[in-house]
């Protein structure tokens, strides 16, 4: 795909229209998704002020600090229509923030997750201003992911899938979690992602804690393993898969056999029911139902998805109380799981796509779990 497929000029205009329609007289960006969203510019966070400002009236403007000048122009912002603007080390940004805000403001959108020294500084400049924030006008932008955004999500659920095809080369009875995580980190970069987000590596009774992260367990013959990892690609677009493995020519324990197929049941299920018009909390349902009528229910701990893209969460969140319709072009992980404490437990997670027909799994390795 081409970068201006991928970054077009047209969201800060679209930006702009949802900006004035919320009662905003201008967004204020700083680095994170919401700024490389509109602008392709992959900025970096630091007590250096970089802020994108999109007034309803008048040009848009990236302001960065003097010495990150040239990557701010090697991106693909300009070509989105921003004015580049610089300020040198040591000098105070916001009166150049102010000025490309333009006339008095009643109302601004700041970034969601802008630094609070930041935010403290801008509440000094413009007193009396009230501060909103900006997700409530990008929101609706985002959630539906053009065709170049849902090409650049394949590409990062391939290069995923990529890394859990070779799960065999490292997960070995006696290696600990820690020296397995080490491994896939370093495949993770090499499928082609530019960065590692996160690497799980849950065995034996850490699989039934599914936020674990890794340790220096080591890994027991027959223990059920879940492997939770993601990544970066160069595009900005993130990958995020889930698959349970087993190690060691042991034979797994029994009730681990049964609720792993009411698990693959209930992951096909929601998978299978994602299509336009659906609503979020339906997909949870389902999902919900089959592990429930198995006497599972408890045992579900969290949401069946969440959203992906520029963020590895983000709307749409496939979880009871979402009532929000699914539209084609939404983007959300299916991951269901059930986790015994104290003994094992699995994961299995697909990022899909709703398509006008109904959907398209972004993961395409098995789901059934694998004996290495």
Known sequence: MRIEELYPPDRIA????????????????TPGSDLRYLTGYPA??????????????????????????????????????????????????????MAAIGGPVTAIGIADRMWAEQVLALRAVLPGTAQRLAGEVLRELRIRKSPAEVAALREAGAAIDAVHERMGEWLRPGRTEAEVAVDIAAAITGAGHLSVDF?????????????????????????????????????????????????????????????????????????????????????????RQVITDAGYGPAFLHRTGHGIGLDGHEEPYVVTGNVRPLETGMTFSVEPGIYLAGRHGARIEDIVVCTPDGVERLNTTPTEFTAL
Request: with cysteine; proline share 10%.
């Open 14 to 29: 679209a930006a702009r229209r949802a900006t004035a329609a919320a009662g905003l007289d201008a967004l204020l960006l």
């Open 44 to 97: 970096h966070a630091s007590e250096r002020l970089t802020c994108l400002v999109v007034p309803v009236q008048g040009e848009p403007t990236l302001i960065v600090p003097a010495l990150e000048r040239p990557a701010a122009e090697a991106s693909p912002a300009p070509a989105t229509g921003v004015r580049i603007v610089d300020h040198a080390d040591g000098s105070d940004p916001y009166p150049l923030v």
């Open 199 to 287: 690497v799980i590596v849950a065995a034996g009774p850490n699989g039934a804690s599914p936020h674990h992260g890794t340790s220096d367990r080591p890994i027991g013959a027959g223990e059920p393993v879940v492997v939770d990892i993601g990544g970066t690609m160069p595009s900005g677009y993130r990958s995020d898969c889930t698959r349970t493995y087993l190690t060691g020519d042991v034979a797994p324990p029994a009730e681990f056999v049964d609720y792993y197929a009411v698990l693959h049941a209930a992951q096909r299920a929601a998978v299978a029911t994602v299509r336009p018009g659906v609503t979020a909390e339906a997909v949870d349902a389902v999902a």
